[in-house]
Nanobody, 117 residues
Framework: QVQLVESGGGLVQPGGSLRLSCAAS????????MGWYRQTPGKQRELVAD???????NIADSVKGRFTISRDNAKNTVYLQMNSLKPEDTAVYYC???????????WGQGTQVTVSS
């Protein structure tokens, strides 16, 4: 089993920045893909960004140029740096990690990000 612990959410004014962190523990062998999703009430969870070991990353068009994903393999941690935040970025953000051998997805508990003046 893999446990994911997220941190870094909160309330920020438009134009501000936040950095989300997600640390994995447990049986992390095989974890290759790490990513962040977000969800608002009544909508499907959407991919924000992901990164594969080897540092190949994808960023959603809606956040491109504002958000950056990175990972620290030594710490089994993935980060999401969010700059120039907008009210429409308000959502619950979920960390996701995938085992490449089983194709099983692990999810964090979610962290609320609210962008409001």
């Amino acid at each position: 089993q893999v446990q994911l612990v997220e941190s870094g959410g909160g309330l920020v004014q438009p134009g501000g920045s936040l950095r989300l962190s997600c640390a994995a523990s447990g049986n992390i062998f095989g974890i290759n893909r790490m990513g962040w999703y977000r969800q608002t009430p009544g909508k499907q969870r959407e991919l924000v960004a992901d990164i594969i070991s080897g540092s190949s990353s994808n960023i959603a068009d809606s956040v491109k140029g504002r958000f950056t994903i990175s990972r620290d393999n030594a710490k089994n941690t993935v980060y999401l740096q969010m700059n120039s935040l907008k009210p429409e970025d308000t959502a619950v953000y979920y960390c996701n990690m995938r085992n490449i051998w089983t194709n099983y997805d692990y999810w964090g508990q979610g962290t609320q990000v609210t962008v409001s003046s």
